[in-house]
């Protein structure tokens, strides 16, 4: 019933912007986390920028920290706002939506390509 569809990864140059989007097409609105993963060449996916929907709270990678902002634009769609890219920024980026406890469930996107050139 729950499908997410990230959109807007690119290739990009060094020291430019992105901003990447992810639509729910279901019922995302009892999600306790929201986040934004990455997997980059060779190594495990990992959390970029993580949302915690009971308070608002962002708790973002240290290397996404000033340059990464997580925002959630209404009830269905979050995005993440990348400025000042880095090569080591290259990646597939993932949206992930989480429920805990009972009832609860895991929905990833697909992911969308980051490329960042030197």
């Known amino acids: 019933q729950v499908q997410l569809v990230e959109s807007g990864g690119t290739l990009a140059q060094a020291g430019g912007s992105l901003k990447l989007s992810c639509v729910a097409s279901?019922?995302?609105?009892?999600?306790?986390?929201l986040a934004w993963y990455r997997q980059s060449p060779g190594k495990e996916r990992e959390p970029v920028a993580v949302l915690t929907t009971s308070d608002g709270t962002i708790k973002y990678r240290d290397s996404a920290k000033d340059r990464f902002t997580l925002s959630r634009n209404g009830v269905d769609t979050l995005s993440l706002q990348m400025n000042n890219l880095r090569p080591d920024d290259t990646g597939v980026y993932y949206c992930?939506?989480?429920?805990?406890?009972?009832?609860?469930?895991?929905?990833w996107g697909q992911g969308t390509q980051v490329t960042v050139s030197s």
């Open positions: 279901g019922d995302i609105s009892g999600a306790n986390l």
């Open positions: 992930n939506a989480v429920r805990r406890g009972w009832s609860g469930y895991t929905y």
